[in-house]
């Protein structure tokens, strides 16, 4: 009975990934998460509100959804059902949660946008973990690499071509 009871739980828990090994899909989560701690620790160095850990992790779930989905790719349907799988459902998916989060992260003060470059951020990281998932390790540490130089070579222009922002007063935030 018990052992019936582990081979069950063998067979339909612990069945490896059909379309990648475990180590690939193990590469490739770890790729996931590098490449956007990398975008999320630039934000996180800025002290912006998603850094390191959310890069992270929008990163990681991504290449997971990404993995899942092509390991779904594998299961033969049933007879009583059919199986329908559309790889852009699964970006649409992933692009739109990504959007969700990022969006939370916009607010408006003082007639100006903030945040708008950490949500893009976070897309980012999204995306790059969809190219990992897929195995396009190349297209995601290009990705990562523009990104990174992008933020840090715009915010040292920035600081030394622009006035510091001027700060309202408190007369000016009443009209």
Do not use: H
């Not at 620790?41 to 850990?53: D, F, H, P, T, V």
């Amino acid at each position: 009975m018990l052992q019936s009871l582990i081979d069950t739980f063998k067979g339909d828990f612990l069945s490896p990934f059909e379309y990648v090994s475990w180590q690939t899909a193990g590469l490739r989560l770890v790729a996931a998460l590098l490449l956007g701690g990398l975008i999320g620790w630039e934000r996180e160095r800025k002290g912006k509100s998603a850094g390191l850990r959310t890069n992270m992790m929008v990163s990681v779930a991504a290449c997971m959804f990404t993995l899942i989905s092509f390991d779904l790719m594998t299961v033969p349907p049933t007879e009583d059902q059919t199986l329908r799988l559309d790889p852009l459902r699964l970006i649409e998916a992933v692009t739109s949660g990504v959007a969700f989060l990022a969006a939370g992260l916009i607010f408006v003060q003082g007639g100006q946008a903030k945040g708008l470059t950490t949500g893009a951020g976070m897309w980012l990281s999204g995306a790059i973990g969809l190219a990992c998932g897929v195995g396009n390790l190349g297209l995601a540490v290009m990705a990562t690499g523009l990104a990174v130089v992008m933020l840090w070579l715009l915010a040292l222009i920035a600081e030394r071509t622009m006035p510091p922002p001027r700060r309202r007063t408190d007369e000016e935030d009443d009209l």
